[in-house]
């Protein structure tokens, strides 16, 4: 009961987002071993930040989360933001379907990405409000490829409005007045529709983008037409799919299978983005819901065939 009152103060303190700079940095809870051993290494787990997977790569922390799954991929890999390969190791995706949608207003009369830039449109144009953002990364991508920039938009007499959460209220108030003309971002089940409503579209991912956050690991899947009543077609959307659990490649294969083992046992009392009760194989297997492009680490594998989980 003190440990979970621990961790319980501890994540209120972490959403609180009441003022402008919090009093503190990060909260280590710690929850020591009764009769510690010198052998025994302590284990650090963070909540997914821009700092985390350089944290968990250097040794400073042993678990964390990133969104979506493509960014594990990326690491792996050593692309995009990442100038080498990290030694990434997959202890489980957390099923959560997604798409990075770019809507925009009917009333600028465009049916494409690539005609902001051709036209120098002076957008009003609502995005994640951090930088640092993995939003902001694709974001930056995908108009690279179209020769423009958000700094560009503002420069031709545009404006960005910055949202705190997908669902941001103020971005929802400008979709439905009228003084947001597109938004781009993740979430979409938080803001997509209401654009959707007040006569947004979204507009696919044009070949050119869709090369190139394929060859540094993002994959490029529709939106259904049957997502939403209002959609005429399906439109091709950079994926934002699964939550994955990640540890270095040198984390001790028990420490892992524990945490597997932990994970497993309450995984109904853990909160999921998936509709339905999750199954240990849902967090295992590569789905639409949960990608895998990373391999488990060895604990985290053994853990699962173990209970018959893997495919």
Known sequence: MRANALHEIAVGMWYDRSGTVLPFGDIHVALDNREPRPSQRNVTFSVDTARSPFAVAEGQSDLSFFN???????????????????????VAVFPSWDRMAFAVSRRVGIKSLSEIGERRLPLRVSVRAVDTDTTRFVVDEVLATMGFSLKDLESWGGS?????????????????????????????????????????ELLPVESAAQQRMERIGWKVLPIPRSWDPKMEADVPAVDFSGWPLFTRDDVPDEIIYRICQSLDAHRSTIPFDLERPVELGDLCNDSDFAPFDVPLHPGAERYYREKGALA
């Open 68 to 90: 979506p799954s493509a960014y594990l991929t990326m690491a792996y890999r050593g692309t995009g933001p990442f100038s080498t390969p990290l030694p990434f190791r997959t």
């Open 160 to 200: 960005i409005h910055r949202g705190q959460v997908p669902a941001d209220r103020s971005r929802l108030a400008g979709i439905e007045d009228g003084t947001i003309d597109a938004v781009f971002d993740e979430g979409i089940a938080a803001w997509a529709r209401v654009a959707l409503s007040h006569d947004m």
